[in-house]
């Protein structure tokens, strides 16, 4: 055992709505985040490394939301 107190550390979850109304718990990296979306898998991938997305950043998420509904979900 250690003498020093626990820490806690807030975190933040982000979820996305489906077309079903479902909400989705966003995943920890962007390979997973890729994977929900076996379709088009490459070419999330290759977004989310490009512009440097960040799971665990709103304003990346905002970023990439963007992208989905403009070039993936039409």
Avoid: C, H, W
Avoid at 1 to 20: C, H, I, M, W
Avoid at 49 to 54: C, T
């Amino acid at each position: 055992t250690s003498d020093r107190p626990g820490r806690f550390s807030p975190a933040t979850e982000y979820y996305l709505v489906n077309k079903q109304n479902k909400f989705i718990s966003v995943p920890s990296n962007r390979r997973r985040l890729a994977k929900m979306f076996d379709y088009k898998q490459e070419e999330i991938k290759t977004f989310l490394k490009d512009n440097r997305i960040k799971t665990n950043d709103e304003e990346d998420l905002e970023q990439f939301v963007d992208f989905y509904n403009a070039k993936i979900a039409k």
